[in-house]
């Protein structure tokens, strides 16, 4: 079971990216998948999450309105698309899986994650 995230860089306060998180050794469509960012010298954080379904999304208040979260399960694939970014988004972004509908804003309920991509937004 393999998930890598792809997508991140370096932009703008302002700019836009999006976040890949591709996932391959499991059955995708069963696995309800979640964003997590980490900022230097802070604890992770939950960012959003998309049911194994795509029916079901969040995000957490700071990124409301400006990340978007869906997924393309013929892909195998989840998308974060973060709009009008601000410097306080600079982070790296990790994806993580498990099994089922139901999220959790906590990694330890995940059962899968892979390595992070790196987004940095200038000033």
């Known amino acids: 079971v393999q998930l890598q995230a792809s997508g991140g860089g370096l932009v703008q306060a302002g700019g836009s990216l999006r976040l890949s998180c591709a996932a391959s050794g499991l059955t995708f469509s069963a696995y309800t998948v979640a964003w997590f960012r980490q900022a230097p010298g802070k604890e992770q954080e939950f960012v959003s999450h998309?049911?194994?379904?795509?029916?079901?999304?969040t995000t957490t208040p700071s990124v409301k309105g400006r990340f978007t979260v869906s997924r393309d399960n013929a892909k195998n694939t989840v998308y974060l698309q973060m709009d009008r970014l601000k410097p306080e988004d600079t982070a790296v972004y990790y994806c993580?899986?498990?099994?089922?509908?139901?999220?959790?804003?906590?990694?330890?309920?995940?059962?899968?994650w892979g390595q992070g991509t790196l987004v940095t937004v200038s000033s």
């Open positions: 998309i049911s194994s379904n795509g029916v079901s999304t």
């Open positions: 993580y899986a498990r099994a089922g509908p139901n999220y959790s804003t906590k990694t330890y309920h995940y059962t899968h």
